[in-house]
């Protein structure tokens, strides 16, 4: 289960299995819980990843981009978003113990695993920039194992079902044109035994692409659902949108593949959509906040040599069948 802040789709919302010290963390304005306050090793994983995707990206003189007003850094735009997002790994340790959701020995075993593998990837330089510990890496990544579990859990019997009609993937020949009439005379000359779709689409079609997949769901399956009806080799009627006339050739009318993963796709998107309603909810009265004292310290303009962009990519290693 896997764009905005961090790659991965399962929400990346972990919970926090730490060992590391705790302290009274807030979370409302009268009520304290204790909570286990992620290290600075840990968090540093974590800014690492962001900072090194975005310089591979933008390169590093991204972190020299100011804000709108120019009253700050867009380097510590996002060490505020990091820590934002740490504070829902909080939260998220608290909504984990109303599942009961443990770790299996097998789990841990693998975290182990993916811990010693990210562990002996860091470079020196990139130790020295994130400073973290083996124990951090693997309280990290039990974490995220954790998170898995608790979004597998909330949504293993819910009642989401897709039918293969409702992630259908179909492929077509296709031709736009600006007359009415020249689409009709095409469409009768189309009936004709030999004749072309894709000759007179080429020869015609004010598009000069001809060809094209439509997915259940995608804005040209609501602008024209009629071509999911067609049979493979089946010409539509002449459609109309926008003061433009569409022919339409079913070339493929069920792309196994490509529907199996449409419907994946939608399911995932479903799921997480109803794990973010419910942990919504949770988070309304338990609003969790970060006591740290790390975070002002912490400047993505450091650390030139760090580039590891390996935590997620390791961890699919051993858990992204599961």
């Known amino acids: 289960m896997k764009k905005t802040f961090f790659k991965k789709l399962i929400l990346l919302v972990l919970i926090v299995i730490l060992t590391t010290s705790c302290s009274g963390v807030k979370i409302s304005d009268t009520n304290y819980v204790l909570v286990p306050e992620f290290s600075r090793g840990m968090s540093m994983i974590l800014v690492a990843e962001e900072k090194n995707k975005f310089e591979s990206n933008f390169g590093s003189d991204v972190w020299k981009i100011k804000s709108g007003s120019g009253d700050s850094n867009f380097k510590d735009y996002i060490v505020g978003c990091v820590k934002a997002y740490v504070e829902k790994l909080m939260t998220l340790k608290l909504f984990a113990d109303s599942f009961n959701i443990t770790l299996s020995t097998r789990d841990r075993e693998w975290i182990n695993n993916a811990a010693n593998d990210y562990y002996q990837s860091l470079t020196e330089m990139d130790l020295e920039y994130i400073e973290c510990s083996l124990e951090d890496i693997k ?184």
Do not use: H
């Open 139 to 322: 309280n990290l990544y039990g974490i995220y194992r954790l998170a898995n579990l608790a979004i597998d859990s909330m949504t293993r019997n819910s009642d989401v079902e897709l039918s293969i009609s409702e992630s259908k993937v179909v492929s077509v020949e296709y031709m736009i044109l600006s007359s009415e009439e020249r689409a009709r005379e095409i469409k009768e000359l189309l009936k004709l035994r030999g004749s072309s779709f894709a000759y007179y689409a080429s020869s015609n079609s004010e598009d000069t692409n001809i060809n094209m997949i439509i997915k259940r769901g995608d804005k040209m399956s609501s602008i024209f659902p009629e071509v999911f009806y067609l049979a493979t080799g089946d010409v539509s009627d002449v459609l109309t949108y926008q003061n433009k006339y569409y022919l339409f050739k079913c070339t493929n009318d069920y792309m196994e593949k490509e529907t199996l993963l449409r419907k994946q796709e939608i399911l995932k998107d479903l799921k997480n959509k109803e794990f973010n309603q419910q942990f919504v909810v949770f988070q309304e009265k338990n609003s969790v906040r970060s006591n740290a004292n790390y975070w002002s310290s912490i400047d993505l303009s450091l650390g030139v040599g760090c580039r590891v962009q390996k935590f997620y990519e390791i961890y699919d290693k051993y858990f992204l069948e599961e």
